[in-house]
């Protein structure tokens, strides 16, 4: 089964508003990653987490790594109509080579202006 | 990202036909992989590759092969095994260690 879960799995959100994701782990990971997937696209790279408790930020993006290593979420203030996309984590499992990552199913979110 | 092409973007199989999905990266990345998205699903592993001439069973490898005999190359053959083929293929590569991967544009596959 999948051992990196995301909640929700849908998000609606108006334009302006703030938003979280949540991506939680069965297992420690030694890392965890976000990649966005607007419609039609690929995959894109946002950011890596590494340390226990670790928070990053991108403009309107925070990202947070919890202090277990086993969870993280992603949070999108003043959500804007550029922010629609799939967000997915991905994590390595402690127990993985270092070459394979677990990726959540994703958090679709859609905007409204 | 510019350095991984994949072709072709749409491809379409017969019953008991096997296709080969290409992937070429010019990033000189050790690490090649191999994935499947389903909706609803995220991305599913299916073969992956840390050195030339080496690759790994992914979470959903039945029914597919790979092979690494050019580090810039890591095609994917979709045997007739694989039942359930209608999916979106994505190919990525990665730098050493616990470096971001880098995707292709994707390939779609349909059963005629």
């Known amino acids: 089964g999948q051992q990196v879960m995301q909640i929700p799995q849908y998000q609606h959100v108006q334009e302006g508003e703030d938003f979280t994701t949540y991506c939680n782990s069965s297992?420690?990971?030694?890392?965890i990653q976000w990649y966005k997937q607007r419609p039609g696209g690929h995959p894109v790279f946002l950011i890596q987490?590494?340390?226990?408790?670790e928070v990053k930020k991108q403009k309107r993006l925070t990202f947070q790594f919890g202090e277990a290593k086993k969870n993280s979420s992603l949070h999108i203030t003043a959500t804007q109509t550029t922010d629609v996309g799939t967000y997915f984590c991905?994590?390595?499992?402690?127990?993985?080579?270092?070459?394979?990552?677990?990726f959540g199913a994703g958090t679709q979110v859609v905007v409204t202006p | 990202d510019g350095g991984i092409t994949q072709s072709p973007k749409y491809l379409f199989r017969k019953e008991g036909q096997n296709v080969t999905l290409s992937c070429e990266q010019n990033?000189?990345?050790?690490?090649m992989y191999w994935y499947r998205q389903d909706p609803g699903q995220g991305l599913r592993l299916i073969y992956y590759?840390?050195?030339?001439?080496?690759?790994q069973k992914g979470d959903i490898a039945e029914g597919y092969s790979v092979s690494r005999e050019k580090k810039e190359s890591f095609p994917l053959t979709v045997t007739s095994a694989q039942k359930n083929p209608t999916a979106f293929y994505l190919c990525?590569?990665?730098?050493?260690?616990?470096?971001?991967?880098?995707f292709g544009d994707g390939t779609r596959l349909s059963i005629l």
């Open positions: 990033l000189n990345h050790d690490a």
């Open positions: 991905a994590g390595r499992m402690t127990t993985d080579s270092w070459g394979k990552l677990q």
């Open positions: 297992t420690t990971l030694s890392n």
């Open positions: 987490l590494v340390k226990s408790g």
């Open positions: 590759s840390q050195i030339v001439n080496d690759f």
């Open positions: 990525a590569s990665r730098d050493r260690g616990d470096q971001p991967q880098h």
